[in-house]
């Protein structure tokens, strides 16, 4: 089976301009996930959908990062206006519906450098 | 939230067993203990978990103690492929998400 896809898979912007984001899950995957990995550090959750609805963005600073997931299926994540701390890969996993023992599966990243 | 401890990085002869631990001492009951990895440049790669009861497939074996509060991965034969980041993950209690920490860097050496 197809496994969890991103793009762009890298990405240079200045500070202040805005990125987004693309992922689609594995196909019938009903959970997703958006985690930030800064380099050395291991992931974080930023947010999590369960299907089209959000199940926990606590993380997720929202004077500058938003996510959607309109359709329950693909979601983008959003940056506007990037700071340079907010260079870093940033990863999309899915599950199959989120409870129990869930193995997520991630994508390849995309990576950020803000100038 | 259960945290995990690990050695922040590992040599390993190639042909030779890997074995990574892991402590998570605050784990509570129903936290199961996930293993991932990451090569460079990609998006960390499932292993293997488990709650109790050791567990084997075919990348690797997972021994858990008794009392849950360590665990060991074991991969049998390392290769040089084998070289990443090894992430022990528990997940947060009641919400199936996973913390991850800094990781074991595994140097697989010719």
């Known amino acids: 089976e197809a496994g969890v896809a991103q793009s762009p898979r890298y990405k240079i912007i200045e500070k202040r301009q805005s990125v987004a984001f693309w992922c689609n899950p594995i196909?019938?995957?009903?959970?997703l996930y958006w985690y930030q990995q800064i380099l050395g550090q291991g992931p974080k959750l930023l947010i999590q959908?369960?299907?089209?609805?959000?199940?926990?963005d606590s993380q997720l600073p929202k004077d500058r990062f938003s996510a959607e997931r309109l359709k329950g299926v693909d979601s983008t994540l959003k940056i506007q206006p990037a700071k340079l701390e907010d260079s870093a890969v940033y990863l999309c996993?899915?599950?199959?519906?989120?409870?129990?023992?869930?193995?997520?599966?991630f994508g390849p990243g995309t990576r950020l450098l803000v100038l | 939230d259960a945290k995990t401890t690990q050695p922040t990085s590992m040599d390993c002869a190639e042909g030779r067993a890997a074995n990574l631990p892991c402590n998570h001492s605050?784990?509570?009951?129903?936290?199961?203990v996930y293993w991932y990895r990451q090569i460079h440049s990609q998006g960390p790669q499932y292993i293997i978990h488990?709650?109790?009861n050791n567990e084997t497939n075919e990348m690797a074996s997972l021994i858990i103690t008794e009392d849950r509060k360590s665990s060991t991965l074991i991969l049998p034969h390392a290769t040089l492929r084998d070289t990443a980041v090894y992430y022990c993950?528990?997940?947060?209690?009641?919400?199936?998400?996973?913390?991850f920490g800094t990781g074991t860097r595994l140097k697989v050496l010719a």
């Open positions: 196909s019938g995957h009903a959970t």
């Open positions: 605050t784990i509570s009951g129903n936290e199961y």
């Open positions: 993950i528990a997940e947060e209690a009641g919400t199936y998400k996973y913390i």
């Open positions: 488990g709650l109790k």
């Open positions: 996993a899915s599950s199959l519906d989120g409870a129990g023992q869930e193995t997520q599966y």
């Open positions: 959908f369960q299907n089209n609805g959000v199940v926990d």
